[in-house]
């Protein structure tokens, strides 16, 4: 089996990133005022980490800093998209869409990396999604155009992270997994603040409540992406963002205490088909890996 130490960091991270959609549905703020202000708290509250990894800092190459560029461009996309589409859909339609990553995943690391994937894995995955669907089965809407409009904000947020993970795939593993978080969340809140001052979004504005999930949005789902920028060290990012299929599960669950949102015997039926297609994914990649050593 995959070690218990990953597993661990696996489940922290669905756990903190799952408070991310509740945060910004409770906000009231700009989308991209909400993605700029958790990139850059992030940022900061990384900095007395990075104080000790300083001499770091010059280790980049022009295209080692290129990739940086390029990864935090794609993360501040990423955010930019998926916050915008919370405020245009429901949580559920939204994670939904977001879920579909570890497809996206796999077609671009076989384009790009030639990194091949059996039809049993392949399988697991869309049985995964299934339950997914399951989850926001009750919320899903063609007809309504604001939610339509939201949803294809939250795909193109898909291919976003994405992009953001294969480049991580290659640039985490010259520097250590805190430098490149650090700079890649203060590339994203760079480019959303050139972003937010061209549109002339208002930047400071904003009451106590608004600022306080700010905050927390730069703590507990940033927790998870420092968590995946680590594991991209041993594990693919198809196998990060399959874990990430458990994010809808915990959103439901959270929203169900936190907004008062129902939880229908469908959804519970979701999270475990979803629950029991991560596990056995994540087992089959283990064991595969496992072979080919052999």
């Excluded at 560029?69 to 998926?82: D, E, S, T």
């Excluded at 790009?112 to 989850?135: A, H, N, P, Q, R």
Aim: glycine share 6%.
């Amino acid at each position: 089996m995959m070690k218990k130490s990953m597993v661990a960091l696996l489940a922290l991270s669905v756990v903190c990133i799952a408070f991310a959609a509740i945060f910004v549905k409770l906000s009231e703020a700009p989308a991209s005022i909400i993605s700029m202000y958790r990139m850059l708290f992030a940022g900061v509250l990384l900095s007395p980490i990075i104080f000790r990894y300083r001499r770091e800092l010059l280790k980049p190459t022009v295209k080692e800093w290129w990739a940086l560029m390029a990864a935090g461009l794609f993360l501040a996309m990423h955010f930019g998209f998926w916050f915008a589409s919370l405020q245009l859909t429901s949580v559920a339609s939204s994670t939904v869409i977001l879920a579909l990553q570890p497809l996206v995943a796999m077609v671009a690391a076989y384009l790009l990396y030639k990194e091949k994937v059996s039809t049993k894995m392949v399988t697991i995955v869309f049985i995964s999604f299934f339950g997914v669907v399951l989850i926001s089965w009750g919320d899903f809407s063609f007809t309504d155009l604001s939610a339509i409009f939201g949803n294809m904000l939250s795909f193109l947020g898909v291919t976003a992270v994405v992009a953001y993970f294969l480049i991580g795939q290659n640039t985490v593993r010259n520097l250590t997994h805190w430098v490149y978080s650090f700079l890649v969340f203060s590339i994203a809140g760079l480019f959303l603040l050139v972003y937010n001052i061209v549109t002339g979004t208002e930047l400071f504005r904003y009451g106590p409540r608004e600022w306080s999930f700010f905050l927390l949005l730069a703590i507990l789902p940033t927790i998870a992406h420092v968590i995946f920028n680590y594991l991209l060290n041993e594990l693919t990012p198809t196998t990060v963002s399959m874990a990430m299929l458990l994010e809808p599960v915990g959103a439901s669950f959270l929203a169900y205490f936190i907004l008062s949102e129902s939880l229908t015997p469908l959804q519970v039926i979701g999270g475990l088909i979803v629950l029991s297609g991560v596990y056995f994914f994540l087992f089959n990649q283990h064991r595969e890996r496992r072979n080919r050593t052999l």
